[in-house]
C-alpha cells in the first residue's frame, strides 16, 4: 500500500512566513490527486515534503502507515519518482542514461539498468533511436517524457509531478497529459500533481486538493464536486464563472442524437446553389471535413478564388464517444453554428447543435436526481 496522509503539517519559514498550515490529508494508494492553486498558495511545498525535500514545522506524513522521519532520506527519495518542469535532465548524459540513474543508485549493474531503461523509453512513447541523444538534442516535449521515464525507470509506488508540463506549448501539453492519462490507467501509481491550471487539473485528477493564500486546503474532492459545490468563495473565483461548461467534461456525449449534414465534394462546390446564411460542409474524398462554405464563398471560387481561401474554418471536431464539453464547443465555434461529429477515421457521422447539448444535460440532470429520490425513498427518506 502507498497511501499518503498528512496529519496536522505547518510550515512556517524564519522570516514568519506561512507555506502551508494545518493541512490534514489523506491521498488513496493508485490515486491521481492534484494539488491545484494559486501561486505562493504552498501546493509545492506541500508534495515536496512528501519525499523529505522541504521538513515541516509540524506534524507527520506517512507512505503506507510509515511515518517517513524513520527512513534515512536518500533511501525515501529512491523509491519515489520525481519530475519537474523541462524534466531535470543531466546535460552531459545520453538519455539511455538518465533514465538509467534511479536503478544505478539503487544497486543495479549499468546493463541491467539500461536494458529496463529502454523498455521504460517504450512505454512512455519514445523512440529507442533517441536512447544515445543527449537532452539538448531532444525537443521540450521529449525531454519531459525522458522526465517522466525517469522517474518510473524504478517502478516506484509514489510518483510526484511538480509542474511537469507547465514549460512545452499548448498541444505539447496536451499530448502529454493523454499520455498521463494512459500511463496511470496502465500502472495505478499513487500520483501527486502540482499545477496552478484548473483545466489540467480537471484534465487530469481523480481528487483535487485546492490550496488557498497561507497553505490553506479549502476543499478535496472528486474534480466534478469542485465543479459542481464549490465549497468556499475561494474555490468558486478559482475554478471560474465558466465553471458549468468545464463541468460537461464529466458528461458523455453519447445520448446527442446526431443530425444529417449537408456536404460537398471540392469539384463540385462550384455547383452549389445556396440561400443567404445557409451553409455546406466541404469534405474531401474520405469524408473528412475541411472547411464550410456560404453564397459568398461559393461566389468566390466561381470568381477563381483558391477553395482554401473561400471556406471558413470548420470550427472543433467531437466524437460520440467523447465528451458533451467537446460536442458544445464543436457547436460554438462552429461558424454554422453546427458542430461536427466525426468517427475515429475523422470522417463525417452527424452535426449537433447547441440547443442539443442542453436539452441533453437537462435530460441527465433529471435522470440524477429522479435516481437520487429513488434512493432516499428506499433509505427511508422524504422524496
Known amino acids: 500500500m502507498s497511501d499518503i ?5 505547518s510550515k512556517t519559514y524564519p522570516d514568519g512566513t506561512r507555506a502551508v498550515t494545518d493541512l490534514d490529508l489523506r491521498i ?22 512528501i519525499n523529505r ?17 524513520t527512513t534515512d532520506p536518500v533511501t525515501l527519495r529512491l523509491g519515489i519518482g520525481y519530475v519537474i518542469q523541462s524534466g531535470g535532465l543531466l546535460p552531459h548524459r545520453t538519455v539511455l542514461d538518465n533514465v538509467a540513474t534511479v536503478p544505478v543508485l ?77 500511463l496511470q490507467a496502465e500502472l495505478r501509481k499513487t500520483i501527486v500533481f502540482v499545477t496552478h491550471d484548473i483545466d489540467e487539473a480537471i484534465t487530469l ?29 475561494f474555490v468558486a473565483d478559482f475554478v471560474g464563472r465558466d465553471r458549468g461548461y468545464r463541468g460537461l467534461s464529466f458528461r458523455s456525449a453519447a445520448d446527442l442524437t446526431l443530425h444529417e449534414i449537408r456536404t460537398v465534394v471540392a ?3 462550384a455547383n452549389l446553389r445556396l440561400e443567404p446564411r445557409e451553409w455546406v460542409l466541404v469534405v474531401d474524398a474520405a469524408d473528412r471535413p475541411t472547411g464550410w462554405i456560404d453564397a459568398t464563398g461559393v461566389a468566390s471560387v466561381r470568381a477563381g478564388r483558391a477553395l482554401a481561401e473561400s471556406t471558413a474554418a470548420g470550427g ?9 464539453r467537446l460536442a458544445m464547443d464543436a457547436a460554438i465555434s462552429s461558424p454554422s453554428g453546427i458542430g461536427v461529429a466525426v468517427d475515429d477515421s475523422g470522417a463525417v457521422r452527424g452535426g449537433v447543435r447547441a440547443g442539443d447539448v442542453v436539452r ?15 434512493l432516499a425513498y428506499e433509505q427511508g427518506g422524504t422524496r
Do not use: H, W
Open 106 to 182: 539503487r544497486g543495479d549493474s549499468r546493463k541491467a539498468a539500461r536494458a529496463a531503461a529502454l523498455e521504460v523509453l517504450d512505454r512512455v512513447g519514445l523512440d529507442r533511436a533517441l536512447a544515445q541523444r543527449y537532452p539538448a538534442q531532444l525537443s521540450g516535449g521529449q525531454q519531459q517524457r525522458v522526465g517522466v521515464a525517469r522517474a518510473l525507470a524504478a517502478d516506484p509506488p509514489v510518483l510526484l509531478m511538480d509542474e511537469p508540463f507547465s514549460a512545452v506549448d499548448p498541444v505539447v501539453r496536451a499530448e502529454l497529459q493523454t499520455e498521463m492519462r494512459r
Open 360 to 374: 441533453i444535460l437537462a435530460e441527465q440532470r433529471a435522470a440524477e436526481d429522479c435516481a437520487r429520490n429513488r
Open 205 to 233: 485528477g481523480d481528487r483535487l486538493a485546492v490550496f488557498g493564500r497561507g497553505g490553506v486546503l479549502q476543499q478535496y474532492d472528486p474534480p466534478q464536486r469542485v465543479l459542481a459545490q464549490p465549497a468556499t468563495d
Open 267 to 269: 469539384d463540385e462546390v
Open 28 to 49: 488513496e494508494s493508485g490515486s491521481f490527486t492534484v494539488f491545484v492553486g494559486p501561486s505562493g498558495c504552498g501546493k509545492t511545498t506541500s508534495m515536496r515534503m
Open 316 to 324: 472543433s471536431l467531437f466524437t460520440p464517444s467523447g465528451d458533451l
Open 53 to 69: 525535500m522541504i521538513a515541516p514545522t509540524s506534524g507527520n506524513i506517512t507512505i503506507g502507515g510509515v511515518d517517513i522521519t
Open 5 to 9: 496522509e498528512f496529519r496536522g503539517i
